[in-house]
Structures are given as structure tokens and as C-alpha cells.
């Protein structure tokens, strides 16, 4: 339960019952934190990815589950789900990058120095330094820095990445 004080004391502050205000702080920060990830996952490109991939199983499949004896969340997750592997790293893939790279999103949520992205922290430094102290060694090494978890993460999922926008076209 949150009380708010109600004083002249500038220090006063929203408290949790129970807890200080440095905890109810830290909650507020998660929050921005993960509504960073929210937004990045219903994408309208991996839901038409993902209907573009399912519409190339045959409905004989699905038929045949049914037959069975399978719900259609069995079907779903013990049939479709394992079959769209690639198709899912493939979104994982998208979905990491567009997240990393993304700034403006994060520029409206985050106004702390602690939360901020990479891209947004980059500016940032551009924008303090001032037009004529502009030190390019330390902007062009951070944008490598930026670079390097995107690059690993590509070349460990890579041969699912090109496997998956391989098959997603393909009609059966």
C-alpha cells in the first residue's frame, strides 16, 4: 500500500508501507525497465512472420492430431510449436535487434542516466559534451561497444536466422 506524505519537507517522499521510499523508487524503475521489453514483443512483423509460417503446415496435420485425440492447445504446443523453431529464432533474432537499436522508445520512457538504452546514452553523451568538445574517440568506440552483443548473439543463431527466412515462404 502506498501512503502519500503530505508536507513542506522537501524530502518527503511516496512511501510504501512497510518499506522505504528507496524500494517503491526501485519498483517504478522496474517498471519503466520492462515496459522497455513490453513494447518489443508484440511486433506487427513477427505476427504476420509467424501467420505467413503456420499457413504453410498442411491441415492434414492438424486433422490427424485431432484424430488422435489432441486439444488445440496440444496441437499448438506438442505439433506446430516444435515444428516452428526456426521461424521462432527468427523472431527472437528480430525482435533483440529492434529492441537494441531502438531510440525513441526509450528516450520517452527512461529519465534516469542509470536505465537509459545504449543508443540514447550515446546522444546523451553527444548532447553534454557540447558542440565543440566533441570527443570522437570515445563516441566511435562505444558505438563498436554497442555493436559486439548484437554481432555474437547473430553468429550463434545464424544458421537458424537463414534456415528460418529460408522456410517461411516456402508453401508446402
Known sequence: MLVMTNSDNPSSRVRARGSSAWTCQLSLNR??????????????????????????????????????????????????????????????????????NSFTWPLICVNTDAHRTLPVGIVTFIARSGAWSLFYGVIMSSAILACIPGLVVFFLLQRY??????????KA
Open 31 to 100: 517498471l519503466f525497465s520492462f515496459s522497455l521489453i513490453v513494447v518489443g514483443i508484440a511486433d506487427a512483423f513477427n505476427l504476420f512472420l509467424l501467420t505467413q509460417f503456420f499457413r504453410t503446415f498442411p491441415e492434414e496435420l492438424e486433422e490427424a492430431a485431432r484424430i488422435d485425440g489432441c486439444s488445440r492447445l496440444g496441437i499448438l504446443w506438442r505439433i506446430l510449436l516444435p515444428l516452428s523453431k526456426l521461424a521462432l529464432v527468427t523472431i527472437i533474432l528480430f525482435s533483440f535487434f529492434a529492441s537494441w
Open 161 to 170: 536466422f537463414v534456415q528460418g527466412i529460408a522456410t517461411t515462404g516456402i
